[in-house]
């Protein structure tokens, strides 16, 4: 059982649609980062989250950290074919305060 | 400035033969992870160093694997003998804070392949 689940795990939608990839826990977190990767490469930060309800903006995307922190979402507007990738969620628990904790992931796939 | 850099890119050996993953993190970091990345289970960490201390190698799979960071500016993972399940994508990672906040900062991953 992952601790960090992401949904969905693959995503194919076309140039200029909107979507939402979602990330959940049963833990509290006391901070939540997301990353992009692409074939070949190592994941690339995004945004982190740190305090509950947050929602941060960057161009086209948003992200918001749950009230509880258990949970975030990504939320892309009129997406685009570089936007196509494996998108990452990572939390530290407060409970272990070390360990960076990864989620499966979420495969975009923008078609143009 | 140089990333994090990661050798080799591409390692392809049999079952049994020894593996040894190279890592140089990014100069003024002070902690470095290493990540296993498989479609499966995804990325894990395995281990990780805080001032060339490793703090927390409970993600180590078991004694075939092991790991080294002799100074800041170098890391190696070790596997022997290897096996096939260790086939996977070997990520470091590097970052100049707390290992719990800080951006993690990935090289380009180096891909196993045991046959």
């Known amino acids: 059982t992952q601790l960090l689940e992401q949904s969905p795990q693959f995503l194919s939608i076309q140039e200029g649609e909107n979507l939402t990839v979602y990330c959940n826990s049963s833990s509290v977190f006391s901070s939540l980062q997301w990353y992009r990767q692409e074939p070949g490469e190592g994941p690339v930060l995004l945004v982190t989250v740190v305090t509950g309800g947050e929602v941060k903006k960057l161009k086209r995307l948003t992200f918001q950290f749950g009230d509880a922190r258990k949970d975030s979402s990504l939320h892309i507007t009129a997406a685009q074919p570089g936007d196509t990738g494996l998108y990452l969620c990572a939390g530290a628990l407060e409970t272990s305060g070390s360990r960076l904790t990864f989620g499966e992931g979420t495969q975009l796939t923008v078609n143009p | 400035d140089a990333g994090v850099i990661q050798s080799p890119r591409h390692e392809v050996t049999e079952m049994g033969q020894e593996v040894t993953l190279r890592c140089k993190p990014i100069?003024?970091?002070?902690?470095l992870f290493w990540y296993r990345q498989t479609m499966m289970r995804g990325l894990e960490l395995l281990i990780y160093?805080?001032?060339?201390?490793?703090?927390?190698d409970s993600g180590m799979p078991e004694d075939r694997f092991s790991a080294k960071m002799p100074n800041a500016s170098f890391s190696t993972l070790k596997i022997q003998p290897s096996e096939p399940r260790d086939s996977a994508v070997y990520f470091c990672?590097?970052?100049?804070?707390?290992?719990?906040?800080?951006?993690?900062?990935f090289g380009e991953g180096s891909r196993l392949t045991v046959l």
């Open positions: 100069s003024g970091h002070n902690s």
């Open positions: 160093f805080n001032n060339n201390v490793p703090i927390d």
């Open positions: 990672a590097s970052t100049p804070r707390g290992a719990n906040t800080g951006e993690l900062f």
